[in-house]
């Protein structure tokens, strides 16, 4: 996966391209899920497709907004939105849940982390993105 989100992060779906996505590298790209190789999967209660090739998948509605200061993100100079999020549905692919169990596996369920512009998971880091200092 760590591959496969490197490949779509220096892209954006907004056509123009925001000046302020452009001075950092970014470009944009109509169809992220050709871009990362992965296949839509039908979401059950949102709109929203799942990346099938994801071992575990959420769909999920705000329920509670904390915080929204957007407008400063939106020109680009940074912003953050607190969500509270109510979990309808999971999707588990059956080599990381307990076998005849619905229940995931924490030992065989191996998730890839964004930590600091580096990707991290058990074991040895797995990458870093394109904005990673060396």
């Known amino acids: 996966m760590c591959a496969a989100v490197e490949r779509i992060a220096p892209t954006t779906g907004c056509s123009p391209v ?29 709109n929203a497709p799942r990346i099938a090739e994801c071992p575990l998948q959420l769909e999920a509605r705000v329920s509670l907004e904390l915080e929204r200061p957007l407008d400063a993100w939106r020109d680009g100079a940074g912003g953050f939105v607190i969500l509270e999020l ?15 169990t619905q229940h995931v596996d924490p030992v065989r369920y191996r998730p890839l982390f964004y930590l600091f512009r580096h990707y991290v998971g058990a074991g040895q880091p797995k990458g870093r993105t394109f904005k990673a200092e060396v």
């Open 18 to 46: 925001p000046a302020w996505k452009q001075a950092g590298g970014y470009r944009h790209a109509a169809d992220k899920f050709a871009l990362g190789g992965w296949h839509a999967a039908p979401s059950l209660s949102v």
């Open 86 to 100: 109510d979990v309808l549905h999971v999707h588990a692919h059956e080599d990381v849940t307990v076998p005849d």
